[in-house]
């Protein structure tokens, strides 16, 4: 009796995580009307709001064995969370890589979140599989790779990055045997998620070759094709070049075409590194620029940046399967029931993942309901805008490092007297200290500048403007303190 008693008390209080449909409607209408407050709000509030209190206050609300209200709880979100540092969602965010965040797939997430389907494995839950291998394709598509390439939905471009190097070691056998002789080709221009990869792979041991770049911030193939012979005559191993379309300081896009034709010369794995601007191919003067991204072995593309869905949503395609299961699949006894060689790939067979978020309907709910038709009218006027910055920009006086490939300009300004390295650093800290716009700066050979990167799709004329409106009231406001 005693224990038929326990389990009563137990489950009166364990029932409590099941909200009856009136608590449900409750909390949800609360939920929703912030989430509508936020977006309302969204042309007024600041792009990045830097407040003493750094969201401390969110510790005074510890985590405890007793509830809080909904309200207390959004009121603790509101005031140190959704209102400091940098707001992703802005159209004024104009630093880093934006992307913006989709309204339609916070709805997907909710209601992938509620179904709770398990994605991983085909026979668990065949459609949601379906969804996220439909995209993968949708993808290769659209990339120019075959329609039976491989691929995985990631939380991002770092894992997907790291997913395609480590199959790009064991497609070409570097193992403790020839580590120490292999080599790595890359630009100093790569993405950091790129070196650490290659630690993570435990690739650390083989030679890492930076090849020269052009003015534009390009590998310079003669000299990769160059490096790669020397490497061979010298008894070394040459297994994989790391090429990036759309680099983050200057969106640059490596020579694709020609990088893709040495690595077949002479046999090397050819990563792609599209995170940020391989979806600029849906647009017409993206595609032009992109060509030759079909020659790649393995590419890495986020729609977390390029198609605008929130944070945690990456993608790995590889053009052969079987590598990339080499790789990542495995067969626990467990898991035995699960296995059928006549379904479709399994995303738990390509990827380090095992129970994973069904993050496919964060990217097919907005598809679908969209059509894809407004995704390249928007990458397309982030293209035009990004000339229209670069033609303006140089019209208030300031440099521009380079022709701007996609969507990040290089720029700063050279003040009348004074270090322009200092001037430029405190020209960006107005910037983010009036916080209406965001930007970011980078260094480039040394010099201190700064970057103007336009992708959420909520950027558009007028943000542009005031940008630009922004940047030449605080020059003026610089050079008279200057004197
Ligand atoms: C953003 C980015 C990455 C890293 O991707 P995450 O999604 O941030 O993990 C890698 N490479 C490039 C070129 C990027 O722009």
Known sequence: MAMLDKLKKL??????LEPTAGERRFTRDRIVSYGEDFLNRLEEANAFDSK????????????????IPIEEA????????????????????????????????????YLAAITNRYAGVFFASPGAVRIENMLISWMAGILGYPVNSAGNLTSGGSIANLIAIVTSRDAQKINSTNIARSVIYLSHQ?????????????????????????????????????????DKRNGLNPFLIIGTAGTT??????????????????????????????????????????????????????????LFVPYGLGAVLVKDIAR????????????????????????????????????????????????????????????????????????????????????????RYVPKKGDADLFNKRLVEEVQKDGRVFISSTLLNGKFILRFAILSFRTHLKTVDLALRILKEKVEMLENLAG
């Open 11 to 16: 489950e009166r209080i364990a029932r409590e």
């Open 52 to 67: 003493p209190d750094k969201g401390i206050g969110i510790l005074d609300s510890p985590i405890s064995e007793d509830p």
């Open 74 to 109: 959004l009121t603790l979100l509101g005031q140190n969370v959704d209102t400091q540092g940098l707001n992703p969602a802005s159209a004024g965010h104009l630093g880093y890589i934006p992307g913006g965040g989709l309204y339609y797939s916070a709805l997907g997430d």
């Open 190 to 230: 790569a993405h950091h998620s790129l070196q650490k990869a290659i630690r993570i792979a435990g690739l650390d041991e083989c030679i890492l070759r930076y090849v020269n770049l052009d003015r534009q911030y390009r590998i310079i193939p003669g000299e990769l094709e160059e490096q790669v012979e020397a």
């Open 249 to 306: 300081d200057v969106g640059a896009i490596d020579p694709l075409d020609e990088i893709g034709d040495i690595a077949h010369r002479h046999g090397l794995w050819f990563h792609l590194d599209a995170a940020y601007g391989g979806f600029f191919i849906l647009a017409a003067q993206g595609k032009a620029k992109l060509k030759g991204i079909e020659k790649s072995d393995s590419v890495c593309i986020d729609p977390h940046k390029g």
């Open 324 to 411: 990339m299961q080499g790789s990542l699949s495995y067969l626990a006894n467990y898991m035995q029931d699960t296995f059928s060689s006549t379904d479709e790939p399994s995303p738990a067979d390509l990827s380090p993942e095992l129970s994973k978020h069904f993050r496919g309907l964060r990217l097919w709910l907005p598809l679908k309901l969209h059509g894809t038709r407004p995704f390249a009218a928007c990458l397309e006027e982030k293209l035009l805008l990004t000339r229209y910055f670069y033609q303006e920009i140089q019209k208030l006086g300031f440099e521009v490092e380079c022709e701007p490939e996609l969507s990040v300009v290089i720029y």
